[in-house]
């Protein structure tokens, strides 16, 4: 093939500045001897594919390669054909690398916006065993069976072979890169933003709309999702206000610098548009660096909400579709102009620019420019304007008009393109490079976020913004204004009519810039050749043949087309293959294109990492996490912690020579029942409730009676949810005519704040009752055992009676402690024991819990943990969480007896409701085993002795279980058919998870103490 | 979506839980039907356009609100407090009944 070599432009080497020697390494061949916004005194030295190479400073990894000759960087998802690089943008969809190694490593990702840095390695993807030699490109010689809908088709039985057989398969054959596997090494954040004004895109109508907008004092927010800002103004030589349009360009953004309330954010992707004026963005804070440094995230999830948003995101360059138009070489023309201009770097040496407008001869002229041969303009078009054909005379490219790019031909890489004339007369031109553009289409994805839906502009051959976002307003080449005057304009317009929405009207200052020829004529025919060859999307391999195929099956509307070829589903959401896709379904089936449909674009615009989303909220971090006031006491002296819900509770105290947690819990168990234990239950919610008319309030919001109730006295309720079940139980005192404590369970402490704030606010807002909840404002300490009182009594501020006259069981009252200290003190008791709770101030947690253990020292104190505080309420009957579960009535708990029958309240209703009286529903009961040495376990399932284990036979399950040392036998609670009617009865209780499967007899649920006689002592 | 709190400002929906329909009257007192407390408990209309319905401000002020927003656009057309705007009906049901 026939190389012209012109170049004095062309050179080997990389060293311009001549200063520093580079290590023998490929040489940046195609890079220019001059131009472009690259720093050639900063060499930087990467790794592909194991080859070491270098690029510049300012290079994208896409740019370093062609600078160095790498045309190949992958190999496709389905029929693995090689693919190098076709944009200079987010919209690529086959330079995908895997970037960085190890845990680091990030699959899919885009060569077309890596910013290069020192150390950079990247690899190929879909390659086996490697990017030249790739044994499943055998895919493709068998490509007729994996067309569209093969899948559907292929795949459909038996279903037992997907797992192992199919998935395996596609996912090695058909898979793109692979993930790290390990945890990501780097943190990400969250951040939050406000302002008047977003501007999405820095290039010339992004820049203008900031300016105008920063000038009137608007707060601004400029996302450019490029690491350098100025937009084409960097990739095209255009004058903008009598300078060159990169001057401009940095001259605006110094302006916008010295802007107090104008920020700017390079490397954000502004990635969705939500309701209300939210703006999701993704910033990557230190994707350029190879790895983060330890204050910094490696990216930045963004919230931001604007008043006002300008969107300036400019347009996306349609690809031509013809046979070979996937391999390396062939490329965007607006792209090849980035790589010439931008980057200073020629992607190929004989070039052949391929277009349907007049925006793709500018080509020619930056191809020429830069010392690439161009070695013939094919325009599409029969005739064009003769400014055009004059300009290719005086680079003395030669132009055939009326013409198409038939198939490009070429092993691994672009050697030749047929060309076909208007006569039909085929030529073949021997090229490295073609150039190719179909018109553009504006990238207007956020406007359709919210579900705008685009319209179809004829005179553009385009979708353009139809409805827009409250407060978006579209600006530029976005909105198809494609020409640089005129998309300057509607920036300095848009973004000063923004400012002023805001408050801030500005000076609008028009800024000035050459026309432009904007003039297309898009070619939409589905080549008649190598239709199995011309790809529409070259991410998901779907080519002409696919679409076809999907017309013939009668998969015409757009949105089953996309599902029976996979169309635009890949990660670049079809960003070049929609149009083409759609327009050749149009041709194909005689429609216009706005007939066979828009895609719906749906956020992200771009992949964002899930770690940008969840920011800090990871690991242990995913959620906060609450300690209880005396959580450093309990600490010291040796707590277990155990999670229940986002607190952390102590488990049980073990002391040394104890060899697991049963024995320890048998000890604690055997204190308490025997002498004085001190157990932490802070974590209980506590509202404090008051008004004229908070006993009123109680009444309708428990199910039993609370007028009643005497100023200094606790009482246990239980509540209901409107649906008639169970929400929640506790106690509540009175501790004023007006004023209660309410305590709720530890899991549902926010959720009976939230119904209690219904109840009052919603339901009945003439009740004068006001609430707060109050649970972290109190440590709250039991003091159980039969010696609870005698301890007590040395903490306890003399002046308060202790006896069990003067403060018998449920009294509750404001004592002081440790001389003075207020507190509140409650009988109350869930182990059934003589038992107190003491409250006082959370500061004062850990001393109150220091003073009662040492009071309690003499007669044999201990810390007590939740493991033994629950085996005791098991053995005293008491439901919690496991009963409490959502999905039982009071009458399933044993606890219908409380709902009273003279008033009104929440729940009452429905839960005589039929099938909530059924008496054949599952109520609770006590559970023995009926061989003491066996083990009852949270979960067993009740069947009929003898009866088979299947779903009908099942009675009911085990709801909670627990060692009891009082017993010495293992003693459950369950929720089993007919309940307490069949004490006495035996069962089977099954634990197929866990390998259990041991008879028991139905029996109390009270254990210990059923007459209550030890608490009231 | 962004709720203007009339407490606390315009805050972000993730502050706050949705409760539903907020032209639902609980039958109150002990002569309610089962068959009342029912289609209180369950029945709900689907309307698309505007729609009263009960916000709880849990991470803020806790006032239990009521917004109207249109379902078809999210567009916040009101945003009151549940107490006033019930206290409110209350006096216009009690002035109905004198
Ligand atoms: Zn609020």
Known sequence: ?1017 | MRIPCPHCGERDVQEFSYLGDAGVVRPEGSDASIAAMHDYVHLRDNPAGPHRELWYHAAGCHAWLVVTRDTRTHAILSAESARAAGLARRVAVGAGEA
């Open chain 1, 1 to 1017: 093939m026939a190389l012209g070599r012109p170049a004095a432009a062309l050179r080997n080497g990389v060293t311009t500045t001549g200063l520093r020697p580079l290590a023998p390494t490929p040489m940046q061949t195609h890079r220019l001897a001059s131009g472009g916004f690259v720093d050639r005194s900063r060499p930087l030295p990467f790794v592909f594919d194991g080859r070491a190479m270098t690029g510049l400073a300012g290079d994208t990894l896409a740019s370093a390669l062609l600078a160095n000759g790498v045309r190949l960087v992958g190999r496709s998802f389905k029929y693995h054909r090689p693919r190098g690089i076709l944009s200079a943008g987010s919209e690529e969809p086959n330079a995908l690398v895997e970037l960085r190694a190890g845990a680091r490593r990030e699959p899919n990702t885009r060569a077309t916006g890596i910013e290069l840095f020192d150390g950079l390695v990247a690899e190929s993807q879909n390659r086996w065993p490697s990017l030249h030699f790739d044994m499943l490109a055998i895919n493709a010689w068998f490509s007729p069976f994996i067309k569209a809908g093969f899948y559907y088709k292929t795949f459909m039985w038996p279903a037992s072979l997907w797992e192992n057989l199919y998935e395996p398969l596609i996912r090695r054959a058909a898979g793109l890169g692979r993930a790290a596997g390990e945890e990501d090494p780097d943190h990400y954040e969250k951040a939050f933003a406000f302002c008047d004004v977003l501007v999405v895109g820095s290039g010339p109508a992004g820049l203008a709309a900031a300016l105008a907008a920063g000038r009137g004092g608007a707060r601004v927010i400029l996302c450019e999702e490029d690491f350098a800002l100025g937009g084409r103004l960097l990739s095209e030589r255009k004058e903008v206000d009598g300078v060159e349009g990169h001057v401009w360009a940095a001259r605006a953004v110094a302006e916008l610098q010295s802007m107090p309330e104008v920020r700017i954010l390079p490397r954000s992707t502004v990635f969705g548009a939500y309701d209300h004026g939210t703006y999701g963005a993704v910033e990557r804070v230190a994707d350029h660096l190879s790895v983060p440094p330890g204050h910094l995230p490696r990216q930045r999830g963004w919230r931001i909400v604007a008043k006002r948003c300008v969107l300036a995101s400019g347009a996306i360059e349609r690809p031509m579709v013809f046979a070979g138009n996937d391999l390396p070489g062939v490329m965007l023309a607006g792209a090849v102009r980035s790589y010439l201009n931008r980057f200073a770097v020629a992607p190929g040496r004989r070039a052949v620019v391929y277009t349907s407008g007049d925006d793709g001869w500018r080509t020619l002229v930056d191809l020429a420019r830069a010392g690439v041969e161009v070695a013939a303009l094919v325009d599409t078009r029969p005739a064009v304007d003769e400014s055009l054909i004059a300009l290719a005379r005086s680079h003395d490219v030669r132009t055939v008009l009326g013409a198409e790019v038939l198939r490009a031909r070429g092993f691994q890489s672009l050697a030749a393109v047929e060309i076909g004339a208007s006569d039909g007369r085929i030529e073949r031109i021997a090229c490295d490079l073609l150039a190719m553009s179909n018109g553009w289409n504006p990238a207007l994805h956020l406007t359709a976020h919210l579900g705008g839906r685009p319209r179809w502009d004829d005179s553009l051959a385009a979708f353009v913004p139809g409805t827009v976002p409250s407060g978006m307003a579209v600006a530029g080449a976005a909105a198809g204004k494609l020409a640089l005057a005129e998309a300057l304009a509607d920036g300095v317009r848009l973004g000063s009519e923004a400012a002023a929405a805001c408050g801030f009207a500005g000076p609008a200052i028009p800024v000035a810039a050459e026309t432009e020829r904007t003039g297309s004529a898009p070619l939409w025919r589905a080549p008649k050749r190598g239709a199995n060859k011309a790809f529409v999307d070259l991410q998901n391999d779907v080519t002409v043949a696919d679409v076809a195929l999907a017309h013939r099956e009668g998969f015409r509307a757009v949105e089953h087309l996309k599902r029976y070829t996979t169309l635009g589903m890949a990660t670049d959401q079809g960003k070049t293959s929609n149009l083409p896709g759609l327009a050749i379904m149009a041709a194909l089936s005689g429609r216009t294109i706005p007939e066979v449909g828009a895609t719906v674009f749906r956020p992200p615009y771009t992949p964002v990492a899930i770690g940008a989303l969840a920011g800090h909220h990871r690991g242990k971090d995913f959620r906060p996490t609450r300690r209880s006031p005396v959580h450093a006491w309990a600490q010291a002296r040796g707590a277990v912690f155990v999670e229940a819900g986002l607190w952390l509770r102590q488990q049980y105290f073990p002391r040394a020579g104890e060899r697991d947690w049963l024995e320890t819990v048998k000890r604690e168990v055997a204190t308490v029942r025997g002498g004085v234990g001190l157990c932490d239950v802070s974590t209980l919610g506590k509202i404090d409730i008051q008004g004229a008319d908070a006993a009123e309030f109680l009444e309708r919001v428990y199910v039993n009676g609370w007028k009643s109730l005497a100023i200094g006295r606790a009482r246990y309720g239980l509540m209901l949810r409107e649906d008639g079940f169970v929400l929640d139980d506790g106690t509540t005192s009175r501790l004023g005519e007006e004023h209660f404590v309410m305590t709720t369970t530890t899991a549902s402490a926010a959720k009976v704040m939230q119904h209690l704030e219904f109840c009052r606010q919603v339901l009945w807002p003439e009740l004068d009752v006001q609430m707060t909840p109050v649970t972290e404002q109190w440590a709250q300490l039991a003091v159980a055992g039969p010696r609870s009182r005698e301890a007590l009594r040395a903490v306890v501020d003399n002046a308060h009676d202790l006896s069990n006259e003067a403060f018998p069981y449920l009294a509750a009252g404001e004592v002081t402690v440790g001389g003075g200290v207020p507190a509140r003190l409650f009988r109350i008791s869930f182990s059934g024991e003589l038992a107190y709770e003491l409250a006082v101030p959370a500061s004062f947690g850990e001393a109150a819990a220091e003073a009662i253990m040492a009071a309690g020292a003499p007669f044999g104190i201990a810390p007590y943990g939740t493991e033994a505080l629950s085996a005791m309420r098991i053995e005293k009957g008491h439901v919690a969480g496991n009963e409490l579960n959502g999905q039982t009535t009071a009458r399933d708990l044993g606890l219908g007896g409380m709902m009273s029958t003279k008033k009104d309240f929440v729940g009452r209703l429905m839960a005589k409701r039929s099938a909530l009286v059924d008496p054949d529903r599952p109520m609770l009961a006590g559970f023995r085993p009926v061989r003491l040495s066996d083990r009852l376990r949270a979960g067993a399932h009740f069947l009929p002795l003898g009866a088979p284990a299947s779903a009908e036979h099942d009675e009911g399950h085990m709801t909670s279980a627990a060692f009891s040392p009082t017993l010495g036998s293992w003693i459950g609670l369950g929720l089993i058919r007919r309940g307490a009617e069949r004490v006495g009865e035996r069962v089977r209780a099954l634990d197929p998870v866990r390998g259990g499967d041991v008879e028991v007899e139905i029996c109390s649920p009270v254990f210990v103490d059923p007459a209550g006689e030890r608490l009231r002592g």
